[in-house]
């Protein structure tokens, strides 16, 4: 194998959806050492979320793609050389190839770095210990390097894997208030809230404030457009539900799609329930509301904001009212509003160097085994067709039959995007109507 301190490093990004490719992808550039380049190849994680092309592209982390499944991707690491991966991807999925990468027993393996996409409010203990294993497990500030460092300790587990950095799309110029510019952005987000009654409420209460504000451009953000899905389900889109709303929608609101960053270079008000885009406005010092009208509770994930100064209600944003972020909580969140954020990646890169440049890395050990969790682990690896072992079980071969005749491909393709699409429409469309008799 040629020497881990070639100027390249040859780097594999597996993401499972658009905003893990993106988290994956510069995570990968960010952290890849100083003075050396990087020749990044992506993979897509076959599955319920994967990204179509448009998405892709929103998301601006530019790289050719192929989709895969997770048996295939390991194939890949058998066949080709790669220094470092990034596992973008759900936890589960994680630990699926934390093991089959441990089974592949490479005489040198590469370096295999995960993380998290943004806020973590939810599933804490679950989502990291099944990340446990993986040579660098990115925290996106100072305070979730502490609660990750607390749980592995608390396990048991070793917590040396657990390296501060930041969210890799921070970034934009700091805010300065334009001359004649009045804009309000919503940050929409799939699943939060989750029911039809919150999400009208909220784009009511939207449609309500720009009504009121004839002059302010007000803006609904939106993750993707009808079909497409994101790393959540979205069982209620903003789209359809504005289709409903009550006199149709005032001129000064739009529904707009995009990247966020563009977004944000024209908001003078960002508003979310807790949307990770309430940090990327921060960080460019951009006045940010999380809103309160639904209570501040952890399935909201607001409560994550508790102690920010940025809570808030419609009925105070109606009424003039611009939160004021607390600086010491925005530190500690790792948004670097005081400038500080090209140094957030250096103890990553460090740890990355020394991982290239020192001796062949040893077996991973995660802490979920046979041993640890027997009833839990081998149900886990056999979602993604591996055995108890972490070695591909019959199954997976027969995932990936087929054939590679074009024709045959064409045809395997358009099957599996027409299952896709009857998928979504049954979480759009048919379950709403399910529920809706089921009530009758």
């Known amino acids: ?98 093991h089959g990468i441990a089974a592949l027993d490479l005489e040198d393996r590469p370096a295999i770095v995960t993380g998290y996409v943004g806020v973590v409010y939810e599933k804490l203990s679950d989502g990291l210990l099944l990340r446990h294993g993986a040579d660098i497990v990115l925290a996106n500030s100072r305070y979730d390097g502490q609660r990750f460092r607390a749980v592995y300790e608390g396990v048991g587990a070793d917590a040396s894997s657990v390296t501060e950095a930041a969210l890799p799309f921070l970034g934009g110029e700091r805010y300065v208030p334009e001359e004649g510019r009045d804009t309000v952005v919503f940050a929409a987000q799939p699943s939060v809230p989750a029911n039809r009654a919150d999400r009208s409420y909220l784009l009511k209460r939207l449609v309500e404030h720009a009504r009121l504000h004839p002059r302010r451009e007000v803006l609904l953000k939106l993750r993707s457009k009808i079909g497409e899905h994101t790393t959540h389900v979205e069982e209620f889109p903003y789209q359809r539900l504005a289709e409903k709303v009550p006199g149709g929608l005032p001129p000064n609101f739009k529904l707009v799609y995009g990247n966020m960053g563009e977004v944000l270079d024209r908001t003078d008000l960002l508003v979310t329930v807790s949307s990770t885009a309430a940090l990327e406005a921060l960080h460019r010092r951009i006045p940010t509301a999380i809103l309160t009208d639904l209570g501040v509770r952890e399935p909201l994930g607001n409560h994550h904001f508790i102690g920010s100064g940025c809570l808030a209600s419609w009925d105070q944003l109606d009424g003039g009212g611009r939160p004021k972020a607390d600086a010491v909580w925005a530190d500690r969140q790792g948004v670097a509003a005081d400038g500080s954020y090209s140094s957030s990646f250096d103890q990553a890169r460090r740890r990355v160097a020394k991982l290239l440049d020192g001796p062949v890395l040893p077996p991973l050990d995660p802490y979920y085994t046979a041993t640890t969790a027997p009833g839990y682990l081998p ?4 979602r993604y067709h591996l055995a108890a072992d972490g070695t591909p079980l ?25 299952a896709r699409g009857a998928y979504r429409h049954g979480v759009q469309r048919v379950a709403p109507v399910i529920r809706r008799m089921g009530d009758l």
């Open 394 to 418: 019959p199954s997976a071969a027969k995932a990936a039959s087929g054939g590679s005749g074009s024709v045959r491909r064409v045809v395997r393709e358009a099957v599996r995007g027409a």
């Open 1 to 98: 194998m040629p020497s881990r301190t070639n100027e390249a490093v040859r780097v594999a990004v597996l993401a499972d959806s658009d905003t893990r490719w993106k988290w994956g992808a510069l995570t990968a550039r960010r952290i890849t050492p100083e003075g050396r380049s990087i020749e990044l190849s992506g993979y897509l994680l076959r599955g319920r979320a994967t990204p179509t092309a448009r998405q892709l592209a929103e998301v601006g982390a530019e790289a050719e793609t192929r989709e895969v499944t997770g048996t295939a991707f390991l194939q890949t690491l058998r066949e080709q050389e790669y220094d470092l991966v990034v596992l973008a991807l759900v936890g589960g999925a994680v630990q699926a190839m934390l």
């Open 379 to 382: 149900g886990l690896l056999a």
